[in-house]
Each structure stands twice: as C-alpha cells, then as structure tokens.
C-alpha cells in the first residue's frame, strides 16, 4: 500500500509544476460549460418545455453532467502509450509493483484533483448566475447515480487504458485517442441529454458503451423509468466486463513481443 500512496502523492504534486497548464485546461472547461449553459439557457426564454424537460432539469443535467464527465474522463492513462514508446513500461514489469494499480493511483489522484476544482467551478456557477436546479429527493435516485458513476468509471479507465495499448504496435496512438473524445463528447451526452434524440438513434446508441459513461448516471438523478432500471444496471456491467477483458487481453498479447533496447 506505501508505494501506491506515495504514486498518489507525486501525481498531485506534479499539478504544482505545470500550473499553468492546468490552470488553462480549467479555463478550457469552465468556458466550454458556460457556452452550453447559455445556449439551452436561451431556449427556454420563451418557452417552459423543450423535448420534455423542463428549464430546471435540463440545466440541472448540463451543470450535473459537466461535473460526472469532469470525473469519469479524467485520466492519466495517456501517458501509458508514451512510457511504451519510449520504453520505460519495462520498470514497472520488472519490479513487484501492480501495473494495473499504479496506473489506477494515479487515475484516481488525477480525478480527485479535477473534482475538486470542478466542484469549485459549478459552485460559484451557482452563486454567480443563480439558475433554477432540480433538487432530487428519491434516495433510489442517489444510490443509481453513484452505482452507475462507478461502473462508468471504470469503463472509461479500460477503454483508455486499451487505447493506450496500441501503442505495442504503432506509435500513432494520438489520432485515435482523440477521435475517441470527439465522439465520447457527442454520444456520451456531454451537450444535451441522449433521450431528446430520435428513438431509433437512441436505442442504438445504448447498445455503445458511450451512454453509460456520464449521461446515464446523470439520468438516473434527474429520474428513470423502474422497468428500465434492469436493462441499464446489466448494460453497464456487461461493457464494464467487456472492456476489461479486452483491456486485459491487449496487455498480455502486448507484454508477449515488447522489448527495448537498452533498458
């Protein structure tokens, strides 16, 4: 446990170093959630519904989801395809240290620290612009976000985790890692709620892993349907399951032909 608590440490510390960087990736942010907050804003001026949420949900999900993507995309496991590259994953295989569980610390530490600020950033949001929120008061609700939170989570970890494994046989990784954000920003529900699209669209949208990454347990805040709930609870963990498998799949056929040179 002592060398996974000191990986934590470092990873915070080195915010410290880049400050600016960070301080410009929050900016990047808080800008990118005030554009969307202001556009469906506007919408409601004339009228109470749109597409079936009202002022106070859909704002409440906007705010709400921009906190969820905040923690679920937050991530170090971009670096992985870099120490690939360059050959310094072998310390890690060779010493008695989980691979899994470092890169783990550090995700966690990562997200605790965008949390952090993000939860700073949508409080005074708050206090700033005073928007209509929808106070939810279902304990089941609570409990589907944080089940849901999780397992997106984790889904999310894998997925970018396997990204980074393609790096054991190509050195163009950063091309599909951010075709996978582009698209993770439209389908995972980061500008609107997925439901407001044409049933077709949507029902094919929940066969993707995308859904369950932030919108669904931004939904299941705002409320679901009963008989729906089976249906997301075995979706999630069915690509959370799916996505390490494969995650865990690529590392081992990866770790059977790397070596370098020199270390």
Partial sequence: MQPYLQVFKITILEYLVYRLNFILWRFRVVLSLLVIYFLWSSFFENTKIILGYSQEQMLTYILLAGLTSNFVLASRTQDVAGEILNGSLINYVLR?????????????????????????????????????????????????????????????????????????????????????????????????PLDILPERFYNLLLLTPFPYLYYLPTRAYLGISTHLIPFYLIASLSWFFITYYLCALLWRKGLRGYSYYGR
């Avoid at 605790?112 to 279902?138: A, D, R």
């Avoid at 951010?178 to 920003?185: A, D, P, R, S």
């Fill in 96 to 192: 008695p240290v989980s691979f899994f569980r470092y890169i783990a610390t550090r995700d966690l530490a990562d997200k605790l620290i965008n949390l952090s600020f993000t939860i700073v950033e949508i409080g005074l949001i708050v206090l700033l612009l005073k928007p209509l929120l929808f106070v939810q008061t279902g304990l089941v609700n609570y409990l589907l976000f944080d089940i849901f939170l999780l397992l997106g989570i984790g889904t999310a970890f894998f997925i970018n985790l396997t990204i980074s494994f393609i790096g054991f046989w190509t050195p163009e990784v950063w091309a599909p890692r951010f075709i996978f954000f582009m698209i993770v920003f439209f389908l995972s529900g980061a500008y609107f």
